[in-house]
């Protein structure tokens, strides 16, 4: 190859690695996001045993922060014509993909397991809601933000609290048929009407479930941790491509 073409391709080897060590940075960011968990939903995820979306990115968190070292580092490699630097840039680029693919493949799988229907969802709401344990404390605390938050009742509806057994209607019997919040609330929080929420009134409780939001908050960090992790990992896989076209053409 000419050295002017061996040039060309030099330069496009150092805008590949910035574009890369750009898409790394952002990546770090957003799997910080998910990690951070705003929307708090963690215990749901982490009772089942099945958390690997969280495991995913902090995995995400050390791979895109990874990708941006060895990029710049690539850049370099690539600016010294030097093919051992660029071979020792390879290794740890192809190192680092793969654990990459790791934390992407988990997340999409974990994701359909937790949140391909609303049994396990509402299998653990019932099994943990109103338990004295430490994963019921955390469990009972979740449900009843987000069910005051999102304005939900259950995981399908109210009726799953009438339908199946679980810790709540033991420990409550006949009192309470569901939470008091599935109750409608006042502008100052305070239950808008106690006694027809008992009951059953429509007018005073919510009658939709909460696995939708919980399904599309879930589904928002596998979308950021795999779907994003997967275009990373094929512009890496490009880059590195051209990558070793220009290392066999180094002296």
Not at 88 to 108: D, K, N, R
Not at 136 to 160: F, H, L, Y
Request: net charge neutral; proline share 2%.
């Amino acid at each position: 190859m000419g050295a002017g073409a061996l040039k060309c391709l030099m330069i496009f080897v150092i805008v590949l690695n910035a574009i890369a060590a750009a898409a790394g940075l952002a990546l770090f960011a957003v799997a910080i996001w998910v990690a951070v968990d705003g929307y708090k939903l963690y215990p749901i995820s982490g009772v089942s045993g099945k958390d690997d979306i969280f495991a995913a990115a902090w995995i995400a968190i050390f791979t895109g922060f990874a990708f941006f070292l060895a990029c710049i580092f690539g850049i370099f490699a690539a600016l010294k014509r030097s093919r051992a630097l660029m071979l020792a840039y390879l290794i740890i680029m192809f190192i680092i993909f793969l654990f990459e693919c790791a934390s992407a493949i988990t997340a999409a799988t974990n994701r359909d397991y937790l949140v391909g229907n609303s049994n396990l969802v509402k299998k653990q709401m019932l099994q943990y809601y109103a338990d004295s344990s430490t994963q019921g404390k955390q469990i009972t605390q979740t449900w009843n933000r987000v069910m005051e938050q999102v304005e939900c009742c259950g995981a399908d509806s109210p009726k799953d609290w009438l339908e199946y057994d679980s810790t709540f209607k033991q420990t409550f019997g006949p009192t309470y048929l569901w939470p008091l919040n599935c109750c409608q609330r006042l502008s100052n929080f305070e239950v808008k009407d106690r006694e027809g929420c008992l009951v059953g009134k429509s007018s005073t409780m919510f009658t939709k479930g909460c696995f939708q939001y919980i399904e599309s908050v879930l589904s928002r960090y596998t979308w950021a941790v795999s779907w994003y992790g997967f275009s990373v990992l094929m512009l890496v896989f490009f880059t590195l491509l051209i990558t070793m076209i220009y290392y066999m053409q180094l002296d």
